[in-house]
């Protein structure tokens, strides 16, 4: 749950409330070359929310019709778009940096080692990504 951010006359969420991978936007855009980044492994999906999820959305966010169904059906709209950008990474038409392996630490970890080590771990992973994705970049 985030808070709303006023700009002028209109209140802002984190985009990825609705887009968390803007594929579709750059597909739009016209660009030929796509590198898609996650901060999770090949083959994770999300869970559906349970209902104190359902239940806190509602409470924040209630008021909004558009944004509550927005975020009721984000576990759904993120697996299909994963779905999605497997399918064309296996095609070779996009190139996918992701985690070798799932990450263990919570979404608030504090231990500074252990993001440190989850840090360097994505700096040596990125390497070895590195020459695949120079050759993805020049073809």
């Known amino acids: 749950v985030s808070v709303p ?3 002028g ?6 985009g990825g409330c609705s887009c ?3 594929l579709h936007w750059a597909q739009e855009e016209g660009f030929e070359k796509i590198v898609v980044i996650t901060t999770r ?3 994770f999906r999300k869970q559906m929310p349970g209902q104190r999820m359902v239940n806190l ?3 924040f966010y209630g008021d909004n019709a558009l944004l509550l169904a927005t975020l009721l059906t984000q576990e759904v709209r993120y697996n299909a778009l994963m779905e999605e ?5 296996a095609a070779g038409k996009i190139f996918v940096l992701r985690p070798a392996e799932p990450i263990e630490i919570g979404r608030f970890e504090k231990n500074t080692e252990k993001l440190l080590d989850l840090y360097n771990r ?12 120079a050759a993805f970049l020049q073809q």
Do not use: C, W
């Not at 006359?9 to 984190?14: A, I, S």
């Not at 994505?122 to 994705?133: N, T």
């Open 9 to 14: 006359k209109r209140t802002y969420l984190d």
């Open 41 to 43: 492994h090949k083959g």
């Open 57 to 59: 959305y509602d409470d």
């Open 85 to 89: 950008i497997d399918a064309l990474e």
């Open 20 to 22: 968390p991978i803007p």
């Open 122 to 133: 994505g700096h040596r992973e990125m390497r070895q990504q590195l020459s695949a994705l």
């Open 5 to 7: 951010v006023r700009l």
